[in-house]
């Protein structure tokens, strides 16, 4: 039972995952289209929580306005009819060739005025289903040709229009927080700001930090082969996980995109932990999408898995915490975490501390039975 | 004579780069130790500006306070007598077997408290000789077993002790700046602070952020496949690029630690062209050294080829500047980079953006020559 | 004069790479389709020797007899007029979902019948065109997931398919040789044969080993962070090195297929100067594409830049062998190479070697003055 | 019970494993030596099968013969004394300085006299304590700078060594199987023969093919990210899985040697259902060594968790097969695998099959749930 996603696990997919067609480099389409309404009544019967999007996954980008109402109150409806929401929404500034170089990096001041537009609309279509967060994703802002972009000069040019929004937002008196998602890679040779840390550094020099965090992807850092449990503390640290993309990857590849914990079984457990033991109480989201030897049934196999899996994870974090050798383990080699602390600053307490006499060799003895830690971790994870 | 290098280029190594005796995982010392005094001596003859060290690469960690006096004595003797400077300290924090599980993120309150003891005998010792800057490079801050460490505790742990130290700086008056450096892995399986922008993330939440910028290495951001020029163009963006350490590496694998631009000549082309085009007017770190094939005389050959291509792609940095093909190519490129231009927001303007018709078919049209003017740059390269 | 590419270079391109419309998986075509014929004779133009294609880069998959007719004389006639040939050809085997889960080694029996049908009519239309290389790279041929596939039956099933198409062949009299193409991954999780070398491991194994050789591709080596030269190296030394694909990449990530040498300067100097001084007088084929970002003539410039750098680093491996510091260091290092050679087995010979003595110490004192030759050549490729 | 090691499951360590000494290119030290007897008498109370070892992992490559004879005596009783065996031996041909530009492929014609007489010498060591298994890794057998060694020349040097190497066991009547071990790089910036597959290729062109096989290792695949339980299969498949060596590793970084399967859980578990499929009889080999954080009791826990988490590996691959769920699953998928077999070549064959009509569309239709089989797996794993 603690198995069965319900909608209080806050579990939420994009419109884009379950509705991936399986396109790829190399490959035609092999799913048919899937409709919206469609995508949020099988969710729903799955136990999700919620359902997000890019603007043109709603809306297609040449809707007529007729077209985008209808869509909209029919995606409406299939909210209101089975209890779904929608927390979060986004742009799509990608797909279409106008941003071939960039949407708010771009050299062009048009479509730099375009994508700013484009996003001006997607949130308030956004706020019009009720999202809270508001994801940027810079898909196409990076380079192949360092000769050809100042990096400098795209970093101010990302500002510039962060900031922009940010007022936007307050003067629509939209109660938007902004998260925003790094990827080293793909499709641009090098995207910028490729990490999350990236962005943890850029939020503070911005006009409304406190309206900005950020969305970690699991693939996304993995992908240059980091460690993203570690990056997702960085972020809690600090205040800003606003929101997170949960999938999986192997790591120096192309973006995969995989069903949940499907590989990294280990590392992501960790994450689940921390998020479950942290006061993080956004929505658990997945940005992944099914094997492309998929029909549209084994889409759904997907979106189970997913869930099915974290929830898994989470009872052995449970499990964790209640497991007598673990918690004796921890206990032992937390012992003395307090021993010579140096608290605030005086100068007598550094005077203290430089007079102090260590035994090196003393203390390079001390017991850190770790291996043992950890394969009491591995067995914990395999059912032992 | 454009590539002989001389003292106002700024070049300096660290004492244990031209002192590397080639030992690794898999095999013994190939060289002899290298004595400080001759290391400056020998530097300063190829040009260099400074010479740089951990505390132990001077003084050993056992040794008296007369072996030590006498060190430094002899030490800044050698620098008095060829006008070398010693422009950045830093502590080992990572040889010691006490340090076996990091030094300011151990769970061993005693290690911390050491830790923080010898830093600041290190930054004595640094400010003694000249040090302006002080480097903080966590080797051993970082976990196998991520059952063993709470990151969130370590990111803390890790805040104390820099604002513990800049306190200290403060309060003796020390001229010094401190410089983090990040990297991804290695010795241990992940460190905390993988990236640069780790530290640009952390160091808004510092006690004393004015005083705490970064120190890039290449070799550091490239193990983890990341753009390093991109790196360095956040970090100088913010204002935070306090040191660098040039070397080069091949992705995805061992810290190589190669000579500056043996491998990754075109990035590393646009990150000296970045360095010299800013008002960067920090050292030029050389953080490498040579082959383990080579015996004394061919470090000596490591040392003046890092200055040589340094300055070798200075050059080429002038003469981008210069050529007409290039410099008509980005002008193409750049044509309209003020068109639309958002400004600051206001609700006029909001609304004027969101009214104007864009029309996406010819903005997509607009011509990059892109791969011509990486071809161009390509062969400013290869001296055609 | 040594840069304008003739007939004589043997380059070559593949139909889909200046055909490349620059779709990616977050974008869609920002180029219009290039007719082959245009091709054959921009191609022409700008000095190229011949043009390959996969069956359905020519004729499209389901075109009636009768295009496929037109479509072929339309294509030898282009041919003809302009002295081009057509050296190479291969099969699409990954486009069409058909192949979603492998062609030769799909668990269907039905799909491997229809990839050697798929392959033997591809062969037919290779042949008629004058193909003399007979390419195969398994685009499906792999896994995501390890339960589904037996990875020791995929391999009896390539094996099959390859023996089947070595006697298919023969039968018809063919003087086609095949030149196997590894990937490590993309677009599957995990491809088959991820080497090169993997192929020189199957090769012995085939029924008509002698037919087969390699076609080792400079991005999917380098994906995977492997030295491409070295690659390349043990094809040749087995006499493996049937064809070659040009182009280049970042490692660690996604296949960028980027022009020739735009990244990897010094790596792809030494293929060059392995490919002219050894004796392989194959095509130079460049499997690349033109930057998301060029319009259809920069798709030209990307064309001519990957044959001027080839000619460059020609150029420079010339240069090479006549440097004499350069050829002094490598007579240096060289010295010596024949003393204590061990030469066939002899009882004797090996009672002697048993019984030498071994000065360890000077063995290893032994100058090896790498960090010279080394930046000796990157300034021959700097030009300097 | 079944997770209890005992010697038939033939578990076996290096000695140079469990008395790895925790030192690292940037620490000391931490743990004593580990005496050889020592560490055959733990691990046979472990349930260990045997012990295998460098030569002078046993013998110190100064002792005199005095010392070698005690040594040996000493192991030897040892041995007896446990039952332990000593089934493989190998050559330390990389930690003496003399071998610092490789052994079988240095330029200097002493130093590979020398190599193949320090084998000569292993060999004999290896056979007088029962080794059947003799390994080969080339730690020093690669290049950092390309230009100064011909690739093409290193492997015909190899191979001339290997040579030499199998015609003097054969005339020493010698029961030994030379077992190649492939590494992609570390300590060398590149290493020859990177990958297993590179021996495969390498094998048939030896003087004595069917004496010689390979020797994967599990973290050495992985470092360049490939999939290691693909790269068994094809040396399972080719008769030439001789040995194979049992860690684990995070990709695209240093040699991490960790704990048999403490990071890679689900590749290693198809692993190791390979393995005990297969009908591989040869020891369970593990090539890795505890965390430096370990004290010397922490190197017994680590050698334990090694061989637990195999059996627990090992069972859950016979709950695989006893599943009814994935085995319906398998069933499913493999449904049709025999159809429309090409079968061996005729005429007739080639003829039907090309003239047979094929519905794409159908065909990829079919259903293939591998999402749904890849979760049941996930959750045999986690014990579910």
């Known amino acids: 039972m603690a198995l069965t996603p319900t909608p209080e696990h806050k579990f939420t ?34 136990g999700a929580w919620g359902v997000n999007f890019h603007d043109n996954d709603l809306v297609p980008i040449d809707a007529s306005p007729a077209d985008r109402d209808r869509i ?10 089975t209890g779904m929401t929608c927390p979060m929404a ?63 000069e795209a970093i101010k040019r990302f500002r510039e229009a962060i900031d922009f929004l940010c007022e936007y937002a307050i003067d629509q008196r939209y109660a938007l927080r902004f998260a925003l998602e790094a990827k080293p890679n793909e499709p641009r040779g090098d995207l910028y700001f490729p990490t999350t840390a990236s962005y943890l550094g850029l939020i503070p020099t911005l006009a409304h930090p406190e309206m900005v965090g950020v969305n970690p992807e ?17 972020a809690l640290e600090a205040g800003k996980l606003f929101h997170i993309d949960l999938n999986d990857q192997k790591p120096g590849r192309f973006d995969q995109d995989l069903r949940f914990a499907s590989e990294s079984i280990k590392p992501l457990f960790f994450l689940v932990k921390l998020l479950e ?40 974090a449970r499990q964790f915490c209640e497991h ?10 937390r012992d003395g975490s307090g021993a010579g602390h140096a608290g605030p600053y005086s100068r007598a307490r550094a005077e203290e501390l430089k007079a102090q006499t260590f035994d ?23 059912g032992i």
């Open 13 to 46: 997919f994009g419109l884009w995952t379950v509705g991936n067609r399986g396109r790829d480099p190399f490959g035609e389409f092999v799913r048919p289209p899937l409709d919206p309404v469609t995508a949020v009544h099988r969710l729903a019967e799955l």
């Open 90 to 152: 986004t742009t799509n500034l990608f797909t279409d060739p106008v941003f071939k170089d960039g949407a708010f990096t771009s050299h062009d001041g048009r479509v730099r005025a375009y994508a700013l537009q484009k996003t001006m609309r997607a949130m308030d279509l956004g706020v019009e289903l009720g999202a809270q967060t508001y994801v940027f994703w810079g898909g196409r802002e990076g380079a192949e040709v360092d000769a050809a972009k100042d990096p400098v």
């Open 324 to 333: 007598a050798g673990i918690q004796a383990l921890l206990a032992e080699i």
């Open 360 to 382: 090196r060799a003393v203390l390079a003895k001390r017991r850190l039975p770790y291996e043992r830690l950890d394969q009491l971790v591995v067995e914990l994870l395999l």
């Open 277 to 316: 033991e942290s006061h993080y109480d956004g929505p658990r989201h997945f940005d992944a999408h099914a094997y492309r030897t998929e029909d549209q049934e084994g889409v759904w196999d997907f979106a189970r898995g997913c869930m099915r899996t974290y929830l898994i994870l989470k009872q052995k």
């Open 218 to 234: 699991v693939a996304h850092e993995q992908m240059a082969g980091l460690n993203f449990f570690h990056a997702v503390a960085q």
């Open 72 to 81: 909209v109150r029919d995606f409406r409806r299939a909210l209101d009819d």
